[in-house]
């Protein structure tokens, strides 16, 4: 099995910065893509970034400039820099990962449990 797990969520000012961090672990031989999606309250989940194995990353276009993707591939882990929040900001994000458990096998999809950004003005 697999895990995700997720942190760093919380309150923040609209201006403000947080940073949320997503952990993978259990039975891994490789992950590919590792990304962040948000859903907030009463819209479907949407994606704001993913960063690749070789840590290429793409964004939400409406989200670039802002948020920031980081990778550690030796710690399995993804982070979620956000800076200038704003209040549509607010949602709960959701950590994701393409996971393959044993070489030579297909990758399967994981998520996290999601955790609350709320932002206010």
């Known amino acids: 099995q697999v895990q995700l797990v997720e942190s760093g969520g919380g309150l923040v000012q609209a201006g403000g910065s947080l940073r949320l961090s997503c952990e993978a672990s259990?039975?891994?031989?490789?992950?590919?893509?590792m990304a962040w999606y948000r859903q907030a309250p009463g819209k479907t989940r949407e994606l704001v970034a993913t960063?690749?194995?070789?840590?290429?990353?793409n964004y939400a276009d409406s989200l670039k400039g802002r948020f920031t993707i980081s990778r550690d591939n030796a710690k399995n882990t993804v982070s979620l820099q956000m800076n200038s929040l704003k209040p549509e900001d607010t949602a709960v994000y959701f950590c994701?990962?393409?996971?393959?458990?044993?070489?030579?096998?297909?990758?399967?999809?994981?998520w996290g449990q999601g955790t609350q950004v709320t932002v206010s003005s």
């Open positions: 994701y990962a393409q996971v393959q458990m044993v070489a030579r096998t297909p990758f399967n999809s994981y």
């Open positions: 259990g039975s891994i031989f490789s992950i590919n893509v």
């Open positions: 960063s690749t194995s070789g840590s290429s990353a």
